[in-house]
Every structure is written in structure tokens, then in C-alpha cells.
């Protein structure tokens, strides 16, 4: 395989300057991050940061929508123009972003540089060429993102520029009561000299006015330093460098100087080289490559491997993973949409994709950041629900949940258990409240906010306790099964014990002790009072948390079986299991929406009357926990059916076009792919992609300019400044499910490989992709015929096919070993670790 030229065949190439910052060209090393765009005169990046952020989870200063702030640490202008023409304009200015080796470079006229995110430490490097006949003065400015001292109820942000004789340095410290977190961004050059200016009273060179007592009052009014470079023809290179931390005995400034000055030491030519070889290997651990005479597979393939790129470039090394909403390349400053938490249902697309890959690293910042709040988590399902292990709300501040006084704690666990008439709130509850976030699933009960008389004013949304992730409990077994499915395509039995069992036993216990689970006159244990969705407010067994509960369970009871743990608690876990409801269906008497006696039943929402009067059919187990693909044909044919039929029920609604169903968050293209529905997959990642639906699904689409796309395929799905490549991640996981799928038939059970499931017609693939058990499989597909097909054991085990030539005989050959002959519509044959197989169709006499 030619990677470089695969690989290139996904790269951004611009002969235009980009209208709108959001189009610029993305760099990071997965800690650290920046857009690259251009204004007429300069060359522009916003330092970005995984572990920054303006307060955490015991804030009482954020309680109005989007204004919570994290993530960003300065500005950075490559001002190529003083007085004469401009350097970027259209017609000749040239941009491109090579995948292959993670650098962007911009030409423009007479002056152009090439960039990229350093790998092995906090560093964007840039190498400056001016080929004008005069030669002007480049200046290299430092900005705040804000003015220098701003004081939010208990929150303040200061931030100061300092000279450290030739380096540049942004400083920003953000304070409220105990909470600290600072970041520093310094800048620097070699190869050409310059002049460090500020244009305050003492040009920069000592602070003014730094005996005041308060803040705010008198501060700074410079919020920009230059780095004055003297003209002339030729290159030179300028360093970037950042650094952050939540301990103010930390010295951020000296870290990122010391950052700068290794960097600098090395030289461009030297991290280019090591961050090239990097990349080079990274891009050789996985592959697809498509084609087709109408383009449709080209197009999705250089999404895929751009989703690739973005993962390395954002979820990597870090212990926090990027926000979904922004990812590290937001371009205006702090502030975006939906703020600084992370939200599950959004995060969770951009992960999915991972484990096949090959690429594990990247899912680390996720687990990290999970991991981290266990014990917040554990603390608020006591005192939140009454119940046992952890909850995770759907919507959470990066290091968890805050420890509630036990007063409000009370309180709370009567009001959303709904044992204590919402109206009958004490005044003390109710004040607490009104200076909690709104997006916090713990108050998201708040409804639209406006000020009266000076005062900020909430309504509720009308449910009572029941906001739009409140009762949200899918999101905490979701969790848990990312944790699951790492051990899976691992099998690190290390990482199963101290990782992912407390999270699996956690996610677990909590549903199994939510005070609302209990078993009725049907012997079944049934789940109140929850949401799925957003919706299904307040329903009984609905789809998510009965989905979560059929997931969670078997794979729990595996886990213990595979560590020898809990074997007190093992038959009571297994009983449960065995007595859950099943999943609401269309047939069940009080299904929120009935088909016909002559149909088949379809999944539903939920059972039972819901306060938000929805009334739809439900596809998620088709989504999650692998309740139902192809392989459940073979587990469990009734779920392989139901899901069939609400297939067949949606596609009859969306007027057989399943393009109407492709939003950017939607899943479909994933559930088709995994039901082997090979055109209806088509149908729906191409609408993805185009995002066809953009005018009817996007959040504040008249806010973002009506764009339904940039120039660099990201979007602003969820609104200002919150650059989203969740569509990237639903289209990248449904392609790997249509070319291998490799999950169980259900949770808990053994894994079977399945390859070109759900390839559409008139599309060649080739692949190489990792799947369940630590099988690489690398395979092609030319004219509908399979042409290739070996796999690598890199862990032995047993390795399960599902029969890509259906029932014929298939030759299995290891080195210079005899060949194993295998029939049936699926096989399994031993491996060993590191051993590597060849399968071939074997054909009859008559066919020679």
C-alpha cells in the first residue's frame, strides 16, 4: 500500500482565501490545537488547550446558557503587511493541508509559510519565507482573548503579557474560591532578528500600575504585544508554544518557555523530521481506500480518513478529551455554544469509530476524563437518587459532579423521585438552584432565562423535575460499554480489572438500584420515570434505559466471570438479568404508538403515557450495546426481526428516502450499515456528508450564517463557534461496519468477524482494520467479488469468520503450513499470537 498516496487523496487544497475563520486549516497534537486561516494582510491561529478551563463543577458564577468559557489561550497574528498590497488575496493565494504529514502551508504574494503541531512536546512550529522584492517588517502579535481583568460574580480572569528578553508571553489565571487553573503561551523566533513592543506607558518592559489593590478598576488598557521582525528576503522560524495547569504553584510561563527554547534548539528542520516520521507510522496502523465511477465512494473515503486525522490531531496525550462543540479549533475566542461541559450523546460520535482503527491512544483523553470523576460520580448517585455505583449525568463538567450539602441533597432526592410536589420546593433549595448552570443535568429542569428588573429569571420547562437530561440514565452504560468494547478489541486483562470493571459495576448497581427500578405483577423489573432522548419524559421502560439494562448486564457478568470477581453478587446479577422487561415494542398493550394487528411490532419509545405526549418509534437498539445487527439473526432472531421491521416501518415514513434521517448527529447510516442494508447505508452517509438536512436540524443556523459546510468539511451543527465533526464520526463508524463488522451477536457473547457486509454495488474497497479479539483484517473487494482476505492474530485466541463466500468451502492457510478447509455460513478456527492467515475461496472441479 502507497499510504502517502492514499492517505493525500483526503487533503484540503484551497486556491482561495477562506470567507469565515471557521474554514481554516486544522493543526494539533491532540493536547494543543489551532485553525489556520488568513486575513487579507496575516496569517491567524487561536492557541487551543484540552486542559483549560475558567472554573469546574463548584461554580456558582456561570448560571445563564453559553457563557461558561474553557479552552482557549490566546490569539496569534503573522502580520506579513505594513504599508503596501495585500499578501492573501483570491487568485493567488495557494492552502493545503497534507494528512500524510500533518502540515498546512499558505502561500500568498511573495510571502507564504509552512506549520504543524509538534508531536512530542507543546509547540506549533512555522517556517516564514519572504521572496518580495522589498522585503517588509513581519509582526508577530500576542493578544489576550479579553481585556486584561474581568471579574464574574465569583469568578475572575486576569490575564498579562510579559518580555522575557526575546520571548513573548501571554499569561492568564482564572480564580473562584478554591478552584485555579492557569495557561501561558510564549513566542519566539531564530533566524532573524526582531524587537519585542508594547505600546502601554513602559513599553512592556515592567508592569504599570501593578500596586493597585482591586482589580478591574484601572487595569491594563494593552491587550496586544508585538514581535517587530526586521525585513528581509529569505525564511526564518517562528515557535509557538503552550503550556497549562490547575496548580498555581506551577510556573506555566517557564514551562512553555522551556517548551519554546528546546524547540528552538532543534530547529524546524529537526521537529519536522521527527513529526513526520510520527504521522508517517501512525497512518500505517489502518486503512480504506474506496472508488466508484460515480465518485460517491471516493467522497466518503476522504472523509474517513479526514475524521482520522482530526482524532490524532485532537484526542491524544491529554487527559481531558476536546469538547464536542469546538474540538481544540475554535477561532472566537472562549465563548461558544453550549459552552465548556461535555455532553455524552454528542461526545460519544466522536469515539465510536476508534477501536477499529487500530488506534488506541486516541481514546485515552476519554477514558481519562471518566475515570477522573468516579468518585464524584459514586458520590452523586447517593446523594442525587438514593441509589448505588455512579452517575454520570448526561451533561457534566470535566472533572465530575459537585458534593452537595446534605440539606439540598435531601431535598433534591425527594423532588426528582417524586416524592415531594415540585411546587412545595423549599426557598433554600430554589436559591441554591438559581445560581447552578442551566445545561447541568442536575438543574437542566430550567427553562428560558431573561432578565427583569436587573434580575435573571428562570421558568421551568413544564415537567416538573424532569428536564431535558435530568432522568437521562442510557449515557452512564453507554459509558461503561466504551470501557467494555476497549477490552474487547484489546483484551487487556489488566486494563479490565483496575479500568473498565468499576465503571461496568458502577453504571450497573446505579440502574439496578434507581429507586424507580422495580419488579411488578408481570414477575419483570420495570424502570419509571426516566428519559430517552431528550424525550419520553417521564416514561416507563423507556427505549435508552431498558436498552442500557439489556446491555449493560451480560457484559458485566462476563467481566466478573473473566476476573473471578463478585462471585457472591453473581447469581443476584444473573437473576436480574434473566427477570428485566423487555424492550417497549408497537405490540405491547400501552406502547406509546400501536401498528396494526397484521404488522409486524416495532421498537418504541417508551410504555405507557409521557409528559411531553411523544409518540414514536425507536431504532437505538440498532445503535447501541450491538443489541441488534447482523450477527443477532443468529443470537436472538426476534430482535433480529423487530429491528428489521423498524427499518422497514421508518423507511415507509421517510418516504423510502433515508436521506431525510441524515443529520449530523443521527446515527442511520450506522444502523443501516450494521443491518446490512448496503443502499440504504449509501443513501444516508452520502446526505450525511452534504448535510442535506442542515436548514431544518442545525442549532441557531441563522446565528452561524446558514453554512451547512466549510471548506475544511467541518460544520457549525451546534451553533457559534462550536466546530463539530460529529457527522465525520457517525459516517467513519458506518463505513467500518459496512466493510468488517466483528461485534458479538449480543452483549457478552463471542465476537464474529463479518467482512463487506453491506458494501454498496459499484463500489471497490479495500481495507485494513482492527477488530474484536485483536484481529487485524485486511481484505478487498473488486466488481462484488472478494479478492483478498488475510488476517493477523496479534493476540492468538480463537478466531470466529462468518463465511464470506457463503457456504462454499474456504481454504485457511498460516505460513507454509497445511491449508485448513472450512465450510457452513460461519467457521472458527485457533490462532496464536502473531500469526498470520490467508483465506481462499476454494472453487469446485467444473469451475477449474
Not at 519572504?130 to 481585556?147: H, T, V, W
Not at 448552570?437 to 428560558?448: A, L, M, T
Not at 447505508?681 to 431544518?696: G, H, I, S, Y
Amino acid at each position: 500500500m502507497n499510504y502517502r498516496e492514499l492517505v493525500s487523496r483526503g487533503d484540503l487544497h484551497y486556491e482561495h482565501t477562506v470567507k469565515r475563520s471557521e474554514g481554516g486549516l486544522p493543526i494539533g497534537n491532540g493536547r494543543m490545537g489551532s485553525l489556520l486561516w488568513t486575513s487579507p494582510s496575516a496569517v491567524k491561529l487561536q492557541v487551543n488547550r484540552v486542559d483549560v478551563y475558567a472554573n469546574d463543577r463548584s461554580t456558582n458564577s456561570f448560571n445563564q446558557r453559553h457563557l461558561d468559557y474553557a479552552y482557549a489561550c490566546g490569539f496569534v497574528d503573522i502580520d506579513f503587511v505594513d504599508y503596501g498590497d495585500d499578501a492573501f488575496q483570491d487568485g493567488s493565494v495557494r492552502q493545503h493541508l497534507s494528512l500524510y504529514d500533518a502540515t498546512a502551508a499558505i502561500r500568498g504574494s511573495g510571502v507564504g509559510l509552512e506549520a504543524f503541531a509538534y508531536d512530542h512536546s507543546d509547540v506549533f512550529a512555522f517556517k516564514v519565507e519572504d521572496g518580495r522584492k522589498s522585503p517588509q517588517g513581519i509582526n508577530i502579535k500576542l493578544k489576550m482573548l479579553r481585556p486584561a481583568e474581568v471579574a464574574t460574580k465569583n469568578h475572575t480572569a486576569v490575564s498579562k503579557l510579559v518580555m522575557h528578553k526575546d520571548v513573548m508571553i501571554l499569561i492568564q489565571e482564572f480564580r473562584e474560591g478554591s478552584y485555579y487553573c492557569s495557561s501561558a503561551v510564549a513566542v519566539g523566533i531564530s533566524g532573524r532578528e526582531g524587537v519585542i513592543r508594547m505600546n502601554d506607558e513602559l513599553g512592556g518592559r515592567a508592569p504599570v500600575a501593578d500596586f493597585r489593590v482591586n482589580k478591574v478598576l484601572g487595569q491594563p488598557n494593552e491587550t496586544e504585544m508585538r514581535l517587530c521582525v526586521k525585513p528581509e528576503t529569505g525564511s526564518f522560524e517562528i515557535f509557538v508554544a503552550s503550556s497549562a495547569a490547575f496548580d498555581e504553584n506551577e510556573d506555566v510561563a517557564a514551562s512553555a518557555v522551556k517548551q519554546l527554547e528546546a524547540a528552538r534548539n532543534a530547529g524546524y528542520d529537526r521537529l519536522l523530521q521527527e513529526h513526520q516520521l510520527w504521522w508517517n507510522e501512525f497512518w500505517q496502523k489502518s486503512y480504506i481506500r474506496l472508488s466508484s465511477e460515480d465518485g460517491s465512494a471516493e467522497l466518503v473515503e476522504k472523509h474517513y480518513t479526514y475524521y482520522v486525522y482530526l482524532m490524532a490531531s485532537n484526542s491524544r496525550g491529554g487527559k481531558y478529551p476536546p469538547n464536542f462543540g469546538g474540538m481544540l479549533l475554535s477561532p472566537r475566542g472562549d465563548f461558544r455554544h453550549w459552552g465548556a461541559m461535555q455532553w455524552w450523546s454528542n461526545l460519544r460520535l466522536y469515539y465510536n469509530a476508534v477501536p477499529a482503527t487500530g488506534h488506541y491512544e486516541l481514546m485515552q483523553p476519554y477514558f481519562d476524563m471518566y475515570s477522573g470523576m468516579y468518585d464524584s460520580c459514586a458520590k452523586a448517585a447517593e446523594q442525587q437518587w438514593g441509589s448505588k455505583g455512579i452517575y454520570i449525568p448526561e451533561t457534566v463538567w470535566f472533572n465530575g459532579v459537585e458534593e452537595l450539602p446534605e440539606t439540598i441533597a435531601a431535598e433534591m432526592r425527594e423532588l426528582y423521585l417524586l416524592r415531594k410536589p415540585w411546587e412545595e420546593r423549599s426557598e433554600l433549595f430554589k436559591q441554591y438552584a438559581h445560581n447552578k448552570h442551566p445545561h447541568e443535568s442536575r438543574w437542566n429542569w430550567k427553562g428560558r432565562e431573561e432578565w427583569m428588573d436587573g434580575s435573571l429569571v428562570y421558568s421551568d420547562k413544564g415537567w416538573g423535575p424532569f428536564g431535558s437530561t435530568t432522568h437521562m440514565f442510557w449515557n452512564i452504560a453507554g459509558i461503561a460499554y466504551h470501557y467494555w468494547n476497549y477490552y474487547e478489541f484489546t483484551r487487556d486483562r489488566t486494563w479490565l480489572k483496575d479500568r473498565a470493571y468499576p465503571m461496568i459495576k458502577g453504571a450497573a448497581e446505579f440502574l439496578r438500584h434507581y429507586p424507580h427500578l422495580r419488579m411488578e405483577d408481570d414477575g419483570k423489573y420495570h424502570m419509571h420515570n426516566t428519559i430517552s432522548g431528550e424525550k419520553y419524559i417521564g416514561g416507563k421502560d423507556t427505549i435508552q434505559v431498558m436498552s442500557a439494562l439489556h446491555g449493560i448486564f451480560p457484559v458485566l457478568l462476563k467481566a466478573a466471570s473473566i476476573l473471578d470477581a463478585d462471585q457472591d453478587m453473581r447469581p443476584l446479577w444473573e437473576a436480574f438479568y434473566r427477570n428485566l422487561a423487555p424492550l417497549p415494542r408497537s405490540d405491547h398493550p400501552e406502547a406509546i404508538y400501536r401498528t396494526k394487528e397484521n404488522e409486524d411490532p416495532v421498537w418504541v419509545g417508551a410504555i405507557g403515557r409521557v409528559l411531553d405526549d411523544r409518540q414514536d418509534i425507536a431504532t437505538d437498539p440498532m445503535r447501541d450495546f450491538i443489541l441488534c445487527s447482523l450477527e443477532t439473526a443468529s443470537e436472538n432472531p426476534d430482535w433480529f426481526k423487530t429491528g428489521k421491521a423498524t427499518l422497514a416501518y421508518q423507511q415507509e415514513m421517510l418516504g423510502g428516502d433515508w436521506g431525510r434521517a441524515a443529520t449530523e448527529m443521527s446515527s442511520v447510516a450506522v444502523m443501516l450499515a450494521g443491518m446490512g442494508e448496503a443502499e440504504g447505508f449509501k443513501q444516508a452517509v452520502l446526505a450525511q456528508l452534504e448535510c442535506v438536512n442542515a436548514d431544518r436540524e442545525y442549532c441557531y443556523y441563522a446565528d452561524t450564517g446558514k453554512i451547512n459546510y466549510y471548506d475544511n468539511r467541518l460544520t457549525v451543527r451546534e451553533g457559534v463557534n462550536a466546530i463539530s465533526a460529529q457527522r465525520l464520526g457517525n459516517a467513519a463508524h458506518g463505513l467500518q461496519l459496512a466493510l468488517c463488522q466483528s461485534g458479538p451477536g449480543a452483549p457478552g457473547k463471542e465476537p464474529v468477524i463479518n467482512v463487506f457486509p453491506a458494501v454498496p454495488g459499484g463500489w471497490d474497497a479495500e481495507f485494513s482494520l482492527w477488530c474484536h479479539g485483536g484481529f487485524k483484517v485486511t481484505s478487498a473487494i473488486r466488481k462484488g467479488v472478494i479478492a483478498t482476505l488475510s488476517i493477523v492474530s496479534t493476540l492468538g485466541g480463537i478466531c470466529r469468520l462468518r463465511n464470506p463466500w457463503g457456504e462454499r468451502q474456504v481454504s485457511v492457510k498460516q505460513g507454509d503450513r497445511e491449508s485448513q478447509i472450512c465450510s457452513g455460513s460461519w467457521f472458527e478456527f485457533e490462532t496464536a499470537a502473531g500469526e498470520a492467515f490467508t483465506l481462499v475461496e476454494m472453487k469446485s472441479e467444473a469451475e477449474g
